[in-house]
């Protein structure tokens, strides 16, 4: 089973690093590591999940996706001032 989990976040996050470098190279999100940001995203969801199929609010499921996208994919788009923030070490 974790031989099969690992497979799929593989192709998960190779499928959605390419949908990302496409993002950057059409303008419509600032440069970053593509690779990266897929990697982060797939950690930030399975986490997600995880926390709310073990904390009891499996109705809270369907906040996951506005979730991931205010706090990752949003200061990332061009003409956001959130991802132009500098924040301190």
């Not at 996050?13 to 797939?42: C, F, R, W, Y």
């Not at 609010?57 to 994919?73: D, N, Q, T």
Request: no cysteine; aromatic share 6%.
């Amino acid at each position: 089973m974790a031989e099969l989990k690992v497979r799929y976040q593989d192709n998960y996050i190779t499928t959605n690093s390419q949908i990302l470098a496409e993002a950057v190279e059409a303008g419509q999100l600032k440069q970053h590591d593509p690779q990266l940001l897929a990697i982060m995203l797939v950690g930030a969801v399975d986490s997600l999940f995880s926390h709310l199929a073990t904390s009891g609010e499996v109705k809270s499921f369907a906040l996951i996706p506005g979730l991931v996208f205010e706090r990752l994919i949003s200061p990332l788009l061009v003409g956001s001032a959130l991802g132009d923030q500098e924040t301190d070490p």
